[in-house]
Structure formats: structure tokens, C-alpha cells
């Protein structure tokens, strides 16, 4: 963790469920909040689901994000979904330029700093994604891949203060793979060292979560490291009981 910086735990549903499991997931993560946690906690359903699990979420207790959103602000976009349509429905982040994105949807890092820009207008506070495939790491570029889509991605205007960005190794997602702490600390710190040379005096507290595997017995380890500000959680997320216990790794 980075002094001083309040970790967010965030829940990336990704496309999963109906109707009434999101509403019923808001309402076990709601239910379970008096469980002590130090962090901020996000959750990400689908578009569809928002507004149930807003509603099911009081609204206010966690914070409720998107998962994607389009680059124009309105207009003739069939199927996409706008920033300000997200705001509408109660969101306070949208998660960018996911792996799963970059790969299904060829999202290019010109295309995430441009939907990072609408969120920005928007008046949200953007998610951005970046990681390495296996096949990088594996040729000893790792660092330098997430350095240039940190430097595509972000936009200058992009909030550093209060901004959120993931490292998630894609080949850690749904893998029940992580790097060693070791390769994470490292990561972390030279997104650090990027982010604070791009935007000094508020990248130094930018909060940069770790996603890829997460669970509750890793958690602790994982979060303790430094320059880890939190997680970004896929498959255990769909559990409340794992979700919560993955934001109590985090010391009240
Ligand atoms: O992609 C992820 C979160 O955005 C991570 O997914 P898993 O936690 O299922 O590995």
C-alpha cells in the first residue's frame, strides 16, 4: 500500500448473470459492509444490471462503475453507451481499456485515452487497464509493454490524483496464476515512477490496484506489497462472501 492513499477494492462482473443475481450480490456485498475494511469498494456489473444493483446498493454505501463506455459524449453510436449515461445510472468510475477489451474488441491505446477523456468530461473517475501477455513477460518485456500503454492510454488531462490504474497481467486473469510478489512490487513501482514523472505531485497518490487472480487467501500478501492501492477482482467478485474477504485484507 502507499502511505496515506485509502485502497479501493474493486469487483469487475464482466458478463455474467441475470437481473436478480446482480441484485442479489449488490444486496450480500451491501449486507456484509459492517465486515472492517480500511478501503473504498467499487463494483462493476454489466450496463444492464446497474440500476438494480445501484438501487439494491442504497446507492451510496459502495460505489458502482462501469465496465466500458463509449469515446463520443451522445449520438448516433448504436449499441454503445456514454459516459454521461453511466453517470445517469449512478456510476462514480468506469473501468477502460480492459485486457479482455484490447483483445476481443481491438481497443487500441488511442482508443482507451479517448474514452478516458469522455470520463474525464463526464465527470467520472476513470480505470484504466494495462498488462503484459504471457508471451511478453516471458521475452523480458513486461515493464517496457505497460510503460507504453500507460503512456498511450492516459490522457494529459487524466485526473492523477484521484485516478485509478490496474496492472492486470493478462495471462493472470481467470487463471488462478499470479506473479510472485517479487515481479508485482516491481511492476508497481516502475508504474509508479512513470505515472509521478508524468504527473508530479499527483501521481505520487494515484491509486494503483493490482487485478489478475485475486482472492481472499492471497489477498493480504498481495496487498501489502508496495505501491499496491488495492485490487481489481474478476471471478471472485461474483461472491460476496469472497469479495468482502478480499476488502478485509485490507486493515480497518
Ligand atoms: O480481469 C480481472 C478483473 O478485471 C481479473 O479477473 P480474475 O480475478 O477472474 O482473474
Redesign the pocket.
Known amino acids: 500500500m502507499t502511505p496515506g492513499v485509502r485502497p479501493l477494492i474493486a469487483g ?1 462482473w464482466k458478463m455474467n448473470g441475470t437481473l436478480r443475481d446482480a441484485a442479489a450480490l449488490a444486496e450480500g456485498v451491501r449486507a456484509g459492509l459492517e465486515q472492517a475494511t480500511g478501503a473504498d469498494l467499487l463494483i462493476c456489473p454489466p450496463f444492464l444490471h446497474l440500476h438494480v444493483a445501484a438501487a439494491s446498493m442504497g446507492w451510496k454505501a459502495v460505489a458502482i462503475g462501469g465496465q466500458d463506455c463509449a469515446a463520443e459524449p451522445n449520438g448516433a453510436h448504436t449499441g454503445d453507451v456514454s459516459a454521461a449515461m453511466l453517470a445517469d445510472a449512478g456510476c462514480g468510475y468506469v ?1 477502460l481499456g ?1 485486457s ?1 477489451r484490447r483483445a476481443d474488441r481491438g481497443e487500441t491505446d488511442a482508443l482507451v485515452r479517448a474514452k478516458a477523456e469522455a470520463v474525464i468530461d463526464a465527470g467520472l473517475i476513470p480505470v484504466v ?1 494495462v498488462g503484459e501477455t504471457e508471451a511478453q513477460r516471458d521475452s523480458g518485456q513486461a515493464e517496457a509493454v505497460v510503460a507504453a500503454q500507460l503512456a498511450g492510454s492516459l490522457p494529459d488531462g487524466f485526473p492523477a490524483a484521484k485516478g485509478v490504474v ?1 496492472y ?1 497481467p493478462v495471462w ?4 488462478g496464476r499470479t506473479p510472485t510478489e517479487a515481479d508485482i512490487a516491481a511492476m508497481h513501482a516502475r508504474m509508479r515512477a512513470e505515472l509521478v514523472a508524468r504527473f508530479p505531485g499527483e501521481g505520487e497518490t494515484l491509486r494503483l490496484l493490482y ?4 482472492k481472499p487467501s492471497n489477498a493480504v500478501a498481495i496487498l501489502a506489497l508496495p505501491n499496491v492501492d488495492g485490487a ?5 467478485s461474483l461472491k460476496a462472501a469472497d469479495f468482502l474477504g478480499i476488502a478485509a485484507a485490507v486493515p480497518a
Open positions: 469487475n473501468i480492459h479482455e487497464c490496474a492486470e493472470a486473469i481467470g487463471t487485478g489478475g487472480s485475486v481489481l477482482v474478476g471471478g471472485a
